[in-house]
């Protein structure tokens, strides 16, 4: 049997807690979190309670080990309830994976075990205030020093950054050299001459923290570099394509809300004397929700599965992002639609939809890098 | 010491349910260990892990009643056993099927749902009890063990009770006795390596399901007059409280 779409009892199991606590932790706190502009603690302590936070750290360092398609299914129904909140621990998963991917074992025991000891979260910054798309334009410097790199710039738009145990920080040792001079450092929260300044003000997603790191002098020791001098690019690519994908389980998540809210008020609503959801242009409405919920949801699935067979999926995981979201974003716009006035109003859930969706088209990659990648794929064939 | 949980799977409060042929078709339900239930693995696991022993689930019902198992050892019981029947059975005969299961364990005591939210007969816990010819307390929302006998707090209409019995004894449960916890992902991943074991049985139910039909409720589609704001709002309260009853 090549193709079998059904979860394996376990995913069911985990699919239902994470259902559940979605349900019941964070739905009724999402809007306040929203409204307050505040990381919700209480919520990830509850969330390492249950073993979903950090989740992805292997069994050897105390973590649960879990695969790609079990990190979808947790992302789509935690983000159901609340995209912004989702986002806290899939940038922790996003500040772990390079650690996965290029860590020695010995960094391996002293980053990740802590990170399942205890409700605590990493980040990963490498956007900078001038360059993010072109990532290989980084001006954060390295300077080597004995034992030690000097770390002087400013990481920008950095989810997590202020609460995190460690960041990786991308930092070049040479500019000219743009991605071939790029090396990857753990920073430790506390090391001297490291702040975090927390942004406020942002559309949507707020109840994650996003951060402008700053780093004068600060010491970082050798032994907390992920792999060689110069290959520091090319960990932060293959971090991202692979954590594109929890991206996009996010955005199924908040594509399945938008369409059950959507089915809800269709269904009670009444105009010209008969239910709104009688009518074909809501019908239609509805069913191009469904129509994109439930391929979105496949593809991000298929990339999911291709991550986890060692395969190659830089281009699924760029379309599974780019899709999923601009499936999300217009999701959330026809249940604005289908609301009309009430669906303007914060007393109703769908305007938060989309003003926290907005950014799964942006971060991680903009979708317009993600067709950069998809077009490169195409073109190398 | 052993503390056994009987449940139960039944479908999701928010399922939607439809009818077919008279029978109500779960096909599209999600089915979940019933909450009434809950309470009795909690209750079970926490007299586990104060007073040491062992805690064990055993489910009654078709194939699938496994994953509400699972869901309970993922919540931290030892061991499973499911007693396999399709179709269904009333409450006494339940009981007599489980009977021979529960001897078998000899439990300390014996906890369950205090009704069950499929067929909502309120029985399980009495008949089990009457089957085994052992004490049930109904309804508890505390329970301590005291050596060879347990004190229990069983709810009354206006009050409360405080009984003691002598064990081994069934005890039904219900909202205020604990919280139960979330069967969380080392729980999941743990449960996977634990026992269930399956015995089948055949019972012949003493009562037999005719017809199946999903109650459809009329509102009542009081208005009242708002005039005189001070007067129905005391209306409203008397309202509330003697016909809804619910404050």
Redesign the interface.
Known sequence: MPIDFRLT??Q???Q??AR??AKEVILPAAAEYDEKEEVPWPIIERLH????LN?IIPEAYGG?G?KMLDEVIVGEELAYACMGIYTIPMASDLGITPVLLAGTPEQKERFLRPLTEKPALAAFALSEPGNGSDAAALKTRAVRQGDYYILNGTKMWISNGGEAEWVVVFATLNPELRHRGVVALVVEKGTPGFKAVKLHGKMGQRASGTYELIFEDVKVPVANRLGEEGEGFKIAMNTLNKTRIPVAAGSVGVARRALDEAKKYAKEREAFGQPIANFQAIQFKLADMMIGLETARMYTYYAAWLADQGLPHAHASAIAKAYASEVAFEAANQAIQIHGGYGYMREFPVEKLLRDVKLNQIYEGTNEIQRLIIARHVLAE | MKFVAVIRQVPDGESRLKVQGERVDLSGATL?LDQMDEYAVEEALRLKEKHGGEAIVVGFGPERTE?AI??AL?MGMDRGVHVVFEGHADPVAVAEALAPVLREEAPTLVLTGGQQADWDSQALGGALAEALGVPVVAWTTALELEGETAKAKHDLDEGAEWVRVRLPAVFTTQQGLNEPR????????K??KKEIRKVQVSLSPKVELLSEEIQEKARLGKVLDGKDPAQAAEELVRLLHEEAKVI
Do not use: C, D
């Open positions: 009892e376990e069911k199991q985990l239902a807690l559940r606590f309670e249950v073993g979903l989740a649960m879990l | 979940i994953e699972r869901t993922a979330y069967p969380t992902l080392p729980g999941i991943m449960a996977k």
